[in-house]
């Protein structure tokens, strides 16, 4: 297992060969590990800072053995000075090394996680960020979101989204567009607003709460498209390439899942189960097909996956059977 102490040791020179591949191996796993990697990185560079010589010395004591005959005892405070250059050319090839293994990682995974800080949630967490402009994101569960590491351009706020997010964009004095992109190619283009981007591997949609936004996202023929929308307006992209568009007129229920709350509008069981395994990592699966067009509707608080399951089952009157992290749906026999 790689821990803050072993990486600590790795980039003091201190590992076996084995530890070094069970490093590698680590980085390649997942961007969360990679960025972790980095922070741990900095840690350690704070704490470990480079030699910095004292030069008036220095220079004091080479004026010194200028005006005194020379001698063969070597001068401790040279030799300590000697040493920790030594020292230091050694801790910056060190460093070097660590940035070559994750370097050649990235390169072996095709991430570009060395420009983007990464923040992530795991299955029915959500986690408030505030980013250096002000703006604020929610992230919901099974989420990641890719921000540039050393800064926002001059023109420009993009950032990229996989999962769920709501965005809360401040507006600034030089009129910066913020930019959210989605796996799929769709870019939601703001200057100041609220509004939530679902980027899932089923669909991506997008929902307007206030201010207005610019939609552009590609066809089936490759051609790009763009479509301005208001508040109450929401977007949906299929896989498949297909839009479909619609208002929300109850402004309430946007993005109610901040609060742990579900809210449902006739809403297909089919469509509920790929959320719930989207957002909990749960597999649903249908004892019967026919079960995936009941319709659920209403406001539903639920703080666990549980909570909203147990929900579901008794309005669609369903009965539920677990089996580690699969859950098997199915309706309750008529009573006799």
Not at 77 to 98: D, H, N, P, S
């Amino acid at each position: 297992m790689v821990t803050k102490e072993l990486m600590q040791a790795y980039f003091a020179g201190q590992v076996t060969p084995l530890q070094r591949k069970m490093i590698a191996d680590w980085l390649k796993q997942q961007p969360a590990n990679r960025e972790l990697y980095f922070r741990w990185l900095e840690e350690w560079e704070r704490r470990v800072p480079q030699y910095a010589p004292d030069i008036d010395q220095a220079l004091g004591r080479f004026r010194q053995r200028i005006d005194q005959p020379q001698t063969a005892v070597i001068d401790p405070y040279e030799y300590e000075e000697r040493q920790q250059l030594v020292r230091i050319g050694r801790r910056t090839w060190l460093w070097a090394a660590a940035a070559s293994l994750v370097l050649g990682v990235l390169a072996y995974t095709g991430q570009d996680l060395v420009w983007y800080k990464v923040y992530a949630t795991d299955f029915g967490q959500t986690r408030l960020l505030k980013l250096p402009d002000s703006s604020v994101v929610t992230l919901n569960g099974h989420s990641m979101l890719y921000i540039p590491r050393f800064g926002f351009g001059e023109s420009t706020r993009r950032v990229r989204l996989e999962g769920e997010a709501v965005f809360d964009v401040r507006h600034t004095v030089t009129h910066q567009r913020f930019l959210v992109e989605t796996p799929d190619g769709v870019e939601v283009e703001v200057l100041g607003t609220e509004f939530s981007v679902m980027a899932r591997p089923h669909a991506t949609k997008v929902a307007l709460n206030r201010g207005k936004v610019q939609l552009s996202y590609p066809t089936l023929n490759a051609q790009r498209q763009q479509l301005m929308m208001k508040p109450g307006d929401w977007v949906t992209l299929s896989q498949q390439g297909e839009l479909t568009q619609g208002r929300n007129t109850h402004h309430e229920t946007f993005a109610a899942w901040r609060s742990h709350q579900f809210v449902f509008d006739n809403t297909p069981l089919r469509e509920i189960v790929n959320m719930v395994k989207e957002t909990y990592g749960l597999t649903v699966r249908l004892a019967d097909t026919t079960l995936a067009d009941r319709t659920l509707s209403g406001t539903y608080k639920a703080r666990t996956s549980n909570d909203l399951i147990r929900a579901i089952a008794e309005v669609l009157e369903l009965q539920v059977t677990r089996s580690g992290k699969t859950l098997t749906l199915s309706a309750i026999p008529p009573r006799l």
